[in-house]
């Protein structure tokens, strides 16, 4: 029994984690493109964001890949 509510406290704070995680990131993202809104043009806004993108998509998960390996 303390077995079973041990993991359901763990859980639930991993879970309490990654949502606050995930909420960070979302604000994060949204002020970042709102000051990209005010300072770049719509051509430069899409190069941005598609660097941003491809960046995102090959070194966070090799990030991820290093640091479980």
Not at 5 to 13: H, K, P
Request: glycine share 8%.
């Amino acid at each position: 029994m303390a077995k079973l509510i041990g993991e359901l406290l763990f859980a639930l704070v991993r879970n309490l984690a990654w949502d606050q995680a995930n909420s960070f990131i979302w604000r994060l993202v949204q002020k970042a493109g709102a000051w990209l809104d005010t300072k770049l043009h719509r051509r430069a806004r899409i190069v941005v964001g598609l660097v941003l993108g491809f960046a995102a998509w090959g070194i966070f998960p090799l990030i991820v890949f290093l640091s479980t390996h």
